[in-house]
């Protein structure tokens, strides 16, 4: 079921949104969450307050009129009721509950320091649920190899560039959809990443020779507002994220991998696997690179691969120690 965004929260939740763009700088997708996060909330609490008839389905909710009285009377407990509602009666996965988390600490933080509607915060408190940590699934250095050489087609320069940007850079799908060719001068390019935040991408050789390839085959696309989008549809229009998540689908099953298994974001963890496990870089570069805000987020990253872990094992100093078994001669006595 696609995730209704479009529902009226109370003035203080919608003040709450526009801070969030406004002020801490949030993207679009994040704000809809939060939006679609509190409206869940607010439903929740009117069916648990009943401030609604039950016959009343709960995506039908309204809680435009969710009174002020009764949010400042909210507390820790009906905040993990509501955790335990998304867990039991919705089934959603720690990750998802953990989200909505950190939406319902930004928001009761907000309207305590920020707006200053309630005196307490209810949620400082709230716990957010235990997450197994996995490592992120990426393409062995042979395998990225099997993809990029898959690429061919009426398209091969726009694709084989597309898949080595990705390879090459770790960037994100919003972010390489989003490139003009002015963002590239030189050997650098300029994307905008989470919350509208620039960064620079040194381009390596095989990013500047794929380029100069497709280069010479770009339609000369420009739009209304006077850019020139790198990526070119068939269309001749700025390529859509959806066009270059089905390119890349199509190529991983091409380069006989599993569709499955990996897609566009998993191209991202390849990119800064291999980085780090050939390049040697550096966890504070590498978070650079990949444009986290947190140098936690980047080390998932820093996991061993099986061949790390033999070579760490064959280089113990004892590794070459081999005991000899005693003889079990025994000693009698006259």
């Known amino acids: 079921m696609a995730q209704e965004t479009n529902g009226m929260l109370p003035y203080f939740g919608e003040d709450f949104i526009v801070y969030m763009e406004s002020i801490k700088g949030k993207s679009g997708n994040t704000t809809k969450e939060y939006r679609y996060d509190l409206l869940m909330f607010f439903r929740f609490m009117k069916q648990r307050r009943r401030l609604v008839s039950a016959s009343v389905p709960f995506e039908e909710i309204d809680v435009a009129d969710y009174p002020l009285s009764e949010l400042k009377s909210i507390s820790l407990s009906d905040l993990y009721a509501f955790l335990n509602y998304l867990n039991t009666d919705r089934g959603d996965k720690p990750a998802t509950r953990a989200r909505k988390v950190a939406c319902l ?9 920020k707006a200053n509607i309630l005196d307490e915060n209810p949620a400082a408190e709230l716990e957010s649920p235990k997450l197994s940590r996995r490592l992120p699934k990426y393409l062995e250095l042979d395998e990225s190899q099997d993809l990029l050489d898959s690429v061919e087609g009426e398209f091969e320069e726009r694709d084989t560039c597309i898949l080595t940007f990705f390879l ?83 190529y991983i099953m091409r380069a006989g991998l599993d569709p499955r ?50 070579e760490a094992v064959s280089k113990n100093p004892l590794a070459g120690y081999k005991k000899d078994k005693k003889s079990n001669s025994k000693n009698t006595e006259d």
């Open 105 to 113: 600490h930004s928001f009761f933080k907000y309207a305590t320091q």
């Open 261 to 310: 298994k990996y897609s566009v974001h998993k191209l991202r963890h390849t990119a800064a696997t291999l980085m780090y496990n050939y390049g040697n870089v550096d966890i504070r570069a590498l978070q650079e690179i990949l444009g986290h805000e947190s140098v936690s987020t980047t080390q998932i990253y820093t996991h061993t691969n099986n061949q790390q872990l033999k």
């Open 168 to 250: 090459n850079c770790g960037m994100r799908l919003s972010e390489l959809v989003g490139i003009n060719v002015t963002d590239i001068r030189e050997n650098t390019l300029t994307v905008v990443g989470k919350g509208d935040k620039e960064r620079t991408i040194y381009l390596n050789d095989a990013c500047l020779h794929a380029l100069s390839q497709y280069l010479a085959v770009r339609p000369n696309v420009q739009e209304k507002n006077g850019r020139k989008p790198l990526f070119v549809s068939k269309r001749k229009k700025r390529i859509s994220p959806n066009t270059v998540q089905y390119t890349v689908k199509k």
